[in-house]
C-alpha cells in the first residue's frame, strides 16, 4: 500500500492523522503536501527574477566584473527555482502501477539539475569572466549605480532567506536540530537549495561589494575581477555541496534513527506483533519514507492466516501519510530481536 509524498515525512517526526494511521511517534503538521517549500521557492524565484533584472541592468551600465558575476548568479539561481517548482510538482505525483512508492524521488533529480546549472551558469560563468578580466581588465564607472543596486540586491535576497529560515527554523525544533544540521540533513531538496542559495547571495553581495569599493578606490579593476572570481568559487562550493547531497537520496539514504526508533517503538505496540528483528527505513522522497521489516506475529496461527494477518499489518503501517509503502516478512525463529 503506497501513499503520495506529504509534508511530513522521514525527517520530520510524525504521527497518525486519524486513529486508525499507524503513528511513528509524533504530530503531523498541518498544510497541503509541499505548500511550505512551494512557498520558500515561490518567494525565491520572485525575488530572483527582479534582482537578476536589477543587475544585469547595473553590470553593463557600471561594467564591472563583480557585478556581471552577480548578474549571472542571480539569473543561476531564477532558473534554478524554475526547477525547483517542477521538482516539487512532479514529486507530488501519486503512485501509480509503475511507481507504486510514488515519485518522490524526481525531487532530487530535478533538485540536481538545478545544481548543476548552479555550478556551470553561476559558478564556472563567474570565475571564467573574473580571469578573463585580470587578463584584459575594463576601467568600471556609474559607481553610485552598483552600489544602490547592490542594497536592494541584499534587502530582496534578506526576504527570500528569512522565508526559508523560517520553514528550516519551524523543522528543526521538530527535529530538535540545530538550523545548519537541519538544512544539511532534511529530506526536502527544495528547502535545502534555497537556504544555501540565498546564503551564497548574500555573501556574494558582499564580495561584490567589496570588490566595486576597491575598484573605485584604487582605480584598478583587478580587485573588482577578483571579487568576480570569488563570488564563482562560493557558487561552486554550494552547488558540490548541493549536488552531493542529492546524489546521495537518489542512491538511497536510511531514515533519522530517531524516526527508525518511533517506527520501531511504534510496530512493538502493535497487538499483532510480538518482536521485530530486522528493520529499514528508505527515504524515498520529500518526508517520505517506505518501510521494509521482518516481525515475529503473535499467536501461532496456520499459514493461510498468517499470511492475511502480516498484509492487514502492512497495510496499517501504509495508514501513514509519511509511509510510501511497506513490505513485511516473518523473522525466523533464532533471529535477535530489536530493541528501540
Known sequence: MSR????TGPDEPVAAAAEESFSVGFAIGGGSPGSDSFLTVAVALGANLLIAV????AALITRSASLTAEAAHSWADTGNEVFLIVANRRAARPPDRGHPLGHGREAYVWSLFAAVGLFVAGGAFSVTHGVGQLRSPTAADNFLLGYAVLAVSFLLEGVSFRQSVRQARADARVMERDLIQHVLATSDPALRAVFAEDAAALLGLLLATAGLAAH???GSPVPDAIGSILVGVLLVAVAGLLINRNRRFLVGEEADPRV???VLRSLLAMPEVDRVTYLRLEVVGPRLISVIGDV???GDDVESHVAV???AVEAKVSSSPAVAGTVLSLSAPDEPSLAP
Do not use: I
Open 216 to 218: 573605485q578606490l584604487t
Open 309 to 311: 494477518r502480516l498484509r
Open 296 to 298: 515475529d506475529l503473535a
Open 54 to 57: 536589477a543587475k544585469t541592468a
Open 4 to 7: 503520495p509524498p506529504s509534508e
Open 260 to 262: 527508525r526508533a518511533a
